[in-house]
């Protein structure tokens, strides 16, 4: 794989001098191609897919913004952890980063790797689908992953927002899921799309319809509770059930605005992150997690970090386990 860019002189922070106290910086590698399996951080320093969307810019920073905060988090891991750079859209090219984004997630899953794709505009998921989708088709010309004659990718979503605009309009942060159904109605796959934290006051009436056309397992913000949680827990296990390989995509802005005010589109309501942790948790343990990417962190907008913090967070989570 080649990435546009590498970061590791961002990997700094605190030295503790008790034994056995490592932090992220201390144990995160630069990728090569002798690497053993491990968790791989790829970045897409994208905000072209928000521009088109009518978004606020500023997330094509964020990558840099969760390597930063997550160099200083404490090291609980067993495996290994890379950092394989990143993927620029510089140009206003947004298709041909997507195109070069999903290259690299292929090459890191083919090399047994668990991809972390650190966003960037939500137009990240489109590429990170492309990569899983090469990865499962076995198109790749390195190591073939066993092919599958309609693999059942399952997309969970968790986002105040459908993203399931319709691209003929134009592609952006707004169309990803939608041109991965057309991508999957095309190769004759099914399209298994789960999206929890939707706001209903941040959908139209036609995204809901197209949501329902697709079959799309939806839970809204207002019905994540406490007291809901073991239920909905068990509606993503059955829906994992049935699906092959998982993709995990987490628009931060299905975060409240008081956790996460550094995103595009703060949410006037969200999910509190500690209703989210237990259903990541379920998500993770489940033995089907391929690929997760975090989308939407907007520096420019964020108070204290907070938002960086809380994304670093999730992949501390993601990754406490191997």
Known sequence: MHADRHSMQLWQGRIDPEADS??????IQPLSADSQPGVALLGF????GVRRNHG????????????KALANLAWHRQGAAYDAGDVLCADGDLESAQARLGHNVCALLDAGH??????GGHEVAFGSWQGIAEHLAGCSSQIAAPRMDAPRIGIINFDAHFDLR?????????????QIAEQCAARGWPFA????GVSRASNTRALFQRAAELDVLVREDREIREASLDVIAQQLQAFIAGCD????????DVLPACEAPGVSAPAARGVPLALLEPLLESVRDSGKLRLADLAELNPEHDIDSRTAKVAARLIHLLTLTG
């Open 56 to 67: 606020r810019v500023g997330a094509v920073n964020g990558p840099l913004a969760i390597r």
């Open 166 to 178: 319709d691209p003929a309009h134009a592609r952006s942060s707004g169309t990803p899921f939608a």
């Open 22 to 27: 490592p932090r992220w910086h201390q144990r």
């Open 193 to 196: 799309y789960a999206c929890l």
């Open 245 to 252: 390989a998982i993709y995990l995509t987490i628009d931060i």
């Open 114 to 119: 668990l991809p972390i794709v650190l966003g």
């Open 45 to 48: 320093a994208s905000d072209e």
